[in-house]
Nanobody, 120 residues
Framework: QVQLVESGGGLVQAGGSLRLSCAAS????????INWYRQPPGKQRELVAT???????NYADSVKGRFTISRVNAENTVYLQMNSLKPEDTAVYYC??????????????WGQGTQVTVSS
């Protein structure tokens, strides 16, 4: 089992910045990919950013150039730095971990989510 705890959400004005944290209960290097998803009000959950154990990153087109996913291995924490925030970034942000478990199965783990609200 992997437990994930997000923090760092809040209310910010458009153009501002926030940094979200995702603290894992195990070594993040043992996790194949850590993702940030978000779910805007009334919409489906969408993938925002991915960081693989090998250090590769990927971003949704809507956040490229504004959001940065990174990690601090010693803290078992992944961060999502969000700059130049827009009202359309308003959502509940979730941390997700994908880990290859025994016998070739995949474990998918979720945090509880943190609310980000961007005012215009």
């Amino acid at each position: 089992q992997v437990q994930l705890v997000e923090s760092g959400g809040g209310l910010v004005q458009a153009g501002g910045s926030l940094r979200l944290s995702c603290a894992a209960s195990t070594s993040i290097l043992s996790i194949n990919a850590i993702n940030w998803y978000r779910q805007p009000p009334g919409k489906q959950r969408e993938l925002v950013a991915t960081l693989t154990s090998g250090g590769n990153t990927n971003y949704a087109d809507s956040v490229k150039g504004r959001f940065t996913i990174s990690r601090v291995n010693a803290e078992n924490t992944v961060y999502l730095q969000m700059n130049s925030l827009k009202p359309e970034d308003t959502a509940v942000y979730y941390c997700n971990a994908d880990r290859l478990e025994g016998r070739g199965t995949w474990g998918h783990y979720w945090g509880q989510g943190t609310q980000v609200t961007v005012s215009s």
